[in-house]
């Protein structure tokens, strides 16, 4: 229902951004969010919108960076990420929940609807 595209291969300091597509769902009804996991780590939070659409929430590690956006025509929210780092090499995963509260959006585990993951490498 979820499908994530937009990864790839950048250099630290390059621009990438991410595409998430829903289909059975319509985002404008959900809480979204995008959410990485490096090898070898644990999945975290990157950034999302909380259920209402109208504030968003970013990790310190990428706030100044990465920019989350939607298009509800589309059905589509967007992960643009510039300045990237090698640490920021990682799959992405989009996310959507219908009944998120604030308090959980940073808690992987809290969210019901998941994409199939897109890779970042970012080289140094």
């Known amino acids: 229902q979820l499908q994530a595209s937009g990864g790839g291969l950048v250099q630290a300091g390059g621009s990438l951004r991410l595409s998430c597509a829903a289909s059975?769902?319509?985002?404008?009804?959900?809480?979204t969010g995008w959410f990485r996991q490096a090898p070898g780590k644990e999945r975290e939070f990157v950034a999302s919108f909380s259920r209402s659409g109208g504030n968003t929430y970013y990790a310190d590690s990428v706030k100044g960076r990465f920019t989350i956006s939607k298009d509800n025509a589309k059905n589509t929210v967007y992960l643009q990420m510039n300045s990237l780092k090698p640490e920021d090499t990682a799959v992405y995963y989009c996310a959507a929940d219908k009944g998120i509260i604030t308090s959980s959006l940073r808690d992987g585990d809290q969210w019901d609807y998941w994409g199939q993951g897109t890779l970042v490498t970012v080289s140094s």
């Open positions: 059975g769902l319509t985002f404008s009804r959900y809480a």
